[in-house]
Every structure is written in structure tokens, then in C-alpha cells.
T-cell receptor, first 111, second 111 residues
Framework: QEKVQQSPESLIVPEGAMSSLNCTFSNSASQSIWWYQQHPGKGPEALISIFSNGNKKEGRLTVYLNRASLHVSLHIRDSQPSDSAVYLC???????????FGLGTRVSVFP | GGIITQTPKFLIGQEGQKLTLKCQQN?????MYWYRQDSGKGLRLIYY???????QKGDLSEGYDASREKKSSFSLTVTSAQKNEMAVFLCASSHRGTEVFFGKGTRLTVV
């Protein structure tokens, strides 16, 4: 069974700083790795996904995947107060069976 | 775009009661999911369905039944609500391994 662990549990950063989140997973045969953002009282929303080793950049987001070390990281450049949310790392083994989620990292960005 | 609608938004039940949660999606997605989100335990998969009338058990299926009579709808039944139970139930859908979209959730409290 896939296991997903996230660190840190919480992160407090000033506006304009970089937020860096980490995620490790247990199975190198995992398909895609997704990062979701969840605001209070809302469902998770997908931010970015990665399948191949290396990095992927979309706007202020950059994700790095290293399958050999079973590690993926998310970096949010120029963090804004509106980025304050819980960020969930999710791993897909089989597209039909859904995603396995980590417990999340709570990010707080202060002005 | 599309939307996932979950009803009701809030559900208060009594111990031992059978409770039904409903979900509708207009994405025309094949696969639908029910997740449970508890504080400190992340999202856990209860049931999923890869097509109309298909049902597959997730890791947390004990104590629940599900029904997928139409492609667009997926319902979940708590067969016997447990006293002091409090959780958020999230419905989701996806198409063949692409992004998983979530509804806003049904918040269950059992008194």
C-alpha cells in the first residue's frame, strides 16, 4: 500500500518569500504525483502534477521529482497571503483507484 | 468546465441512524470517488466506481455502502452512524487518470 509523508507540518513565511514543501512516497512505480491546495471549508483543488524525473514550472510554482529518492518538492515563489492554505501531496498508482494523500502542510503567509 | 455538487452540505445524525450523502457531477467523467477527511488523518478512500453500476471498495469501506445508478451520480450511505463521529466526506471525479476534481464536501456530525 502506498504511503505518502509530508514535511513540514506547518510553515509560516512572510509575503514575497519562497515557500518550500516536501513529500516522500513509498513506491517508485507510482504514476503521477499531484499537489493540491485546500482552503478552509472547500474541497482540494489541483495545482500541478509531475510524472517524469526532473522539474516542472507553472507560473509561481515549481515542482521537483526524484524517483530514485522517492521525493518530490513544491516551491511557491513570491508567496502571497492568498496562498495561505493546506497543501496536499497525492500519489497515483493506478488511475482508476484514485489518489493516496499525505496529511498536508499548512502554509501561512503573513503580510 | 464542470462542477461537483454534494448534498447536503451539513448533516447531523443520531447514533445508529442510516445516513445518505449524494453527489452529482456534470464533467461527464467515468470515474467517481468518495473520500473521508478527518483532522490528523488526511483523506482516505472509501469507495470508487469506474463506470455506471460499478463499485470498488477502498481502504475504509467498512460501515459504508455506495451506489452508482447513473454516470453522473454517486451516493454514499453510512450504514450505522457512530456516536461523536465528525468528519468531512468528499466526492470526486476524474477521466482516465487525469486531474481528480473534488466537491466542497458534506460535513457530518453524529450526536
Amino acid at each position: 500500500q502506498e504511503k505518502v509523508q509530508q514535511s513540514p507540518e506547518s510553515l509560516i513565511v512572510p509575503e514575497g518569500a519562497m515557500s518550500s514543501l516536501n513529500c516522500t512516497f513509498s513506491n517508485s512505480a507510482s504514476q503521477s504525483i499531484w499537489w493540491y491546495q485546500q482552503h478552509p471549508g472547500k474541497g482540494p483543488e489541483a495545482l500541478i502534477s509531475i510524472f517524469s524525473n526532473g522539474n516542472k514550472k507553472e507560473g509561481r510554482l515549481t515542482v521537483y521529482l526524484n524517483r530514485a529518492s522517492l521525493h518530490v518538492s513544491l516551491h511557491i515563489r513570491d508567496s502571497q497571503p492568498s496562498d495561505s492554505a493546506v497543501y496536499l501531496c497525492a500519489v497515483s498508482m493506478d488511475y482508476a483507484q484514485g489518489l493516496t494523500f499525505g496529511l498536508g502542510t499548512r502554509v501561512s503567509v503573513f503580510p | 468546465g464542470g462542477i461537483i455538487t454534494q448534498t447536503p452540505k451539513f448533516l447531523i445524525g443520531q447514533e445508529g441512524q442510516k445516513l445518505t450523502l449524494k453527489c452529482q457531477q456534470n464533467f461527464n467523467h467515468d470515474t467517481m470517488y468518495w473520500y473521508r477527511q478527518d483532522s490528523g488523518k488526511g483523506l482516505r478512500l472509501i469507495y470508487y466506481s469506474i463506470t455506471e453500476n460499478d463499485l470498488q471498495k477502498g481502504d475504509l469501506s467498512e460501515g459504508y455502502d455506495a451506489s452508482r445508478e447513473k454516470k453522473s451520480s454517486f451516493s454514499l450511505t453510512v450504514t450505522s452512524a457512530q456516536k461523536n463521529e465528525m468528519a468531512v466526506f468528499l466526492c470526486a471525479s476524474s477521466h482516465r487518470g487525469t486531474e481528480v476534481f473534488f466537491g466542497k464536501g458534506t460535513r457530518l456530525t453524529v450526536v
